[in-house]
Structure formats: structure tokens, C-alpha cells
């Protein structure tokens, strides 16, 4: 990567595993098949970006700016999106798997999950508001003073959310997941 500023690029099945790139600015670029496992892409811009078919495997973006990007088919294990950019951030992911990632204190109302994995992600202090977690496997995820009003969890499974201490009011959850809302109070629901 020579130039400063990429626009309008594809990037196709590029392998930038173990690599450290900083100060670069990716504007409606696409990313395809390309690997990013144990990368270092901190203090970059990405803008109107798809990555599809990407490993960015614990990829580090501290201070990096993701506005209006797409992720489908990514393999995203153990990502601390909390050290993003919060200005502009927004993210959508369609079949991904995003486990052991962090969202934690971001700002992301209206966020789309769909059809991803999402075990053991933190979104403490986050504001999901009217996010959809379409089809997605929240097992182990963490929901803690957490904004999750008007959220859809219609069809999502194996979540643990304690009403308590989200902020819940006018979400959406199936008759078959409200165990997940009453766990703690160790309720045999038939």
C-alpha cells in the first residue's frame, strides 16, 4: 500500500496477516477474501467500505474511523471495536462471526446483525437502540447498563439480558426467548 488515499478500489484475496498499516484512508473500497488475522490497521479511515469474505481475526483498529461499513461473511474472533473512532461510527454484519469481539461504550443505534455469531461479545454501556439482531446467536453475550430499547431480538437465540440493568423499554422478543430475559430469576418455565 503505497498511496495515502484508496478510492473506489477492490482488494482481492490480499493477505496483510501480521502487517502493521497506519495513516491510510479507504473510501468505498471493497475487500474481498482478503486476510487481516493479527494486523494492525490502527489510526486509518475506512469510508462507505465492504469487507466480504475477510479474516480480520483479532485485527487491532484502535483509533481507526469505520463510518457506514459493511462486513458479510467475515471471520471477526476477538476485534476491541471500542478503541474505534466513536465519531460516525457505523457498522452492519451479515453473516459473520464476531465472537469474543468488544462493542463496549460505542454508540450504534440502529445497527443490523444478521445472521452472525455473537458468543461472548461485550456491549456493555452501548447504545444498540433499535439495532436488530436478526437469526443471531447471542450465547454468552454481555448486555450491562446497556441500551437496548426498540431492539428487535425477535429472532434471536441464547441471550442473557437482565431487564434490571438494560435499558429495555419497547424492544421486541419472542414468547420462545423470554427465558432469556428471566434466567436470573431461576424460573422453570413450561
Do not use: W
Not at 31 to 45: E, G, I, L, T
Request: with cysteine; proline share 1%.
Amino acid at each position: 500500500m503505497d498511496s495515502l488515499v484508496y478510492d473506489d478500489k477492490t482488494f482481492d484475496e490480499t493477505s496483510y496477516a501480521g502487517t502493521t498499516i497506519s495513516g491510510k484512508e479507504f473510501n468505498n473500497c471493497t475487500f474481498k477474501k482478503c486476510d487481516f488475522s493479527n494486523s494492525d490497521f490502527s489510526n486509518n479511515k475506512f469510508i462507505d467500505c465492504t469487507f466480504d469474505g475477510c479474516n480480520l481475526a483479532m485485527m487491532k483498529l484502535a483509533k481507526t474511523t469505520l463510518s457506514a461499513i459493511v462486513f458479510k461473511n467475515c471471520k471477526i474472533l476477538g476485534v476491541n471495536f471500542t478503541d474505534c473512532i466513536d465519531f460516525l461510527f457505523s457498522v452492519e454484519f451479515d453473516a459473520c462471526i464476531l465472537d469474543y469481539s468488544s462493542f463496549m461504550g460505542k454508540k450504534m443505534p440502529k445497527t443490523k446483525f444478521s445472521k452472525s455469531s455473537l458468543k461472548e461479545v461485550s456491549f456493555t454501556q452501548a447504545n444498540l437502540s433499535g439495532a436488530v439482531f436478526n437469526d443471531c446467536d447471542l450465547n454468552g453475550t454481555v448486555f450491562n447498563r446497556t441500551d437496548i430499547s426498540t431492539a428487535n431480538f425477535s429472532t434471536a437465540y441464547n441471550y442473557d439480558i437482565d431487564p434490571e440493568i438494560n435499558f429495555v423499554k419497547k424492544a421486541v422478543f419472542s414468547a420462545q426467548g423470554i427465558h432469556g430475559l428471566l434466567s436470573k430469576y431461576q424460573l422453570k418455565i413450561v
